[in-house]
């Protein structure tokens, strides 16, 4: 799943202003891409640089070939809101899928739930 949307101030890199993006559902790869990653060095142990890190994994900018984690750490507020935004959301969707998905699956026995045999 992919949420998209736009920083209402956004990136400012090479002198553009970059503001359209999605972001993708956090999943244990970029967890381990971020660990794993040498750039990193002691940073990965810092809790909010992780965090920035991660989303930095996830999040695809128009225009930008990468985000790093020092760009997701200097947004604005407005534009730091609008990501939170996008990661409340995606949550969200994600865990109405997964609740639908599974109960699909969850198909009762209605005869043994009655008594009836």
């Known amino acids: 799943m992919v949420e998209k949307g736009t920083f209402p101030e956004g990136i400012i890199a090479a002198g553009m202003v970059f503001q359209e993006f999605s972001l993708d559902e956090q999943r244990f790869r970029h967890t381990l891409e971020v660990m794993n990653d040498p ?33 997701v750490l200097d947004l604005s507020g407005p534009d730091g809101d609008e990501l939170t935004r996008a990661t409340l959301q995606l949550e969200q969707r994600r865990r109405e899928f997964r609740n639908s998905a599974q109960a699909g699956t969850e198909a009762p026995d209605s005869s043994s739930e009655d008594g009836v045999q």
């Open 39 to 71: 750039a990193a060095g002691e940073k990965v142990e810092n809790p909010v640089w992780f965090s920035a890190a991660l989303l930095a994994r996830r999040l695809t900018v128009v225009g930008l070939d990468r985000v790093t984690p020092e760009m």
